[in-house]
């Protein structure tokens, strides 16, 4: 029998109550040390919602410190070059609320952001945002609403860091899987050229 939870109480029932120092550690301003992490992370993932709930989760990445401190209470994520769908910004321009988890390979922690977002197709500061010549077409502006370090435990049950445990081959390449579930009229040929070595060196364009 599947017994399904339908209440805060029922859920804290189960889970028990945070220690006071996991309840409190949430801040509202950038310390020292989250610009450094800030500075140190190559890779987050953002989190929105859209108007009607439904949510989005998309991976940001670009050369450590990409995201660019533009006070102790707001940062902003250069956009680069993708596939368009724009599920994220499109949520923003409805519902501005956003999450976001910052990595550094190899910790076991993360920062988390949580704020407002808006769009920013210029600004001065879009400069800062060049790599490789290439600068952005558009920006995310978070308001810092909250920003707490989360725990490590995630990382390490899934030993995620730990090279032994990586099976890359467990399923078919980039390739093969584009033409198994997206792409079934296209050769299989056309696509490993597109994803092959070439691939990397258009990120930026």
Not at 117 to 134: E, I, N, Q, T
Not at 139 to 155: R, T
């Amino acid at each position: 029998m599947t017994v399904e939870i339908t209440s805060h109480d029922e859920l804290r029932e189960l889970l028990g109550v945070p220690s006071a120092r996991a309840a409190n550690k949430e801040r509202t301003r950038l310390h020292e040390r989250d610009r450094e992490w800030l500075g140190a992370s190559p890779f987050c993932l953002m989190a929105t919602a859209g108007a009607d709930g439904s949510c989005d989760v998309s991976p940001k990445g670009d050369p450590a410190g990409f995201a660019l401190v533009l006070d102790d209470t707001t940062v902003a994520l250069p956009e680069r070059p993708g596939n368009k769908r724009a599920d994220g910004y499109r949520n923003i321009l409805d519902n501005p609320h956003i999450g976001l988890l910052f990595l550094i390979p190899g910790r076991t922690d993360t920062l988390r952001i949580n704020g407002r977002a808006r769009l920013v197709s210029d600004a001065p500061w879009f400069d800062d945002m060049v790599v490789k010549g290439h600068r952005p077409v558009l920006a995310v502006v978070v308001e810092i609403e909250q920003i707490f370090y989360h725990c490590a435990k995630a990382f390490l049950r899934s030993a995620l860091w730990q090279p032994e445990t990586w099976r890359p081959e467990a399923l078919p390449s980039r390739a093969r899987l584009i033409k198994e579930v997206e792409a079934p009229v296209e050769s299989l040929e056309d696509l490993e050229r597109h994803y092959g070595p070439e691939y990397a060196q258009k990120i930026y364009v």
